[in-house]
């Protein structure tokens, strides 16, 4: 069992910057993926990034990419986004999620952190 927590989100005007942590719980983040989704009012949950458990290996969506990068630090079991440029449409609640390594869905969850820009 893996529990998530999501820290770091707020208001910042566009062209700022963010950054959001996940503190994980359990003896067993390493093993695990990170991801970051995020959704919108009225939107499905998108994928943003996500990183693999040495933290050798990331992805970014298209819409994020250049701008967002995230990171892992095993030793404190959180992992990280940096959030630069912020547009008005990254606002929306993001989340922390976790998978075993190896597995296609991730199956634990944080409650969200809300990010709100302001043009």
């Known amino acids: 069992q893996v529990q998530l927590v999501e820290s770091g989100g707020g208001l910042v005007q566009a062209g700022g910057s963010l950054r959001l942590s996940c503190l994980a719980s359990g003896r067993t983040f390493s093993n695990h993926d990170m991801g970051w989704f995020r959704q919108a009012p009225g939107k499905a949950r998108d994928f943003v990034a996500v990183?693999?458990?040495?933290?050798?290996?990331?992805n970014y969506s298209d819409s994020v990419k250049g701008r967002f990068t995230i990171s892992r630090d095993n030793a404190k079991n959180t992992v990280y986004l940096q959030m630069n440029s912020l547009k008005v449409e990254d606002a929306a609640v993001y989340y922390c999620a976790a998978r075993r390594s190896g597995s296609r869905s991730f199956d634990y969850w944080g409650q969200g952190a809300q990010v709100t820009v302001s043009s």
């Open positions: 990183i693999n458990r040495s933290g050798g290996s990331t």
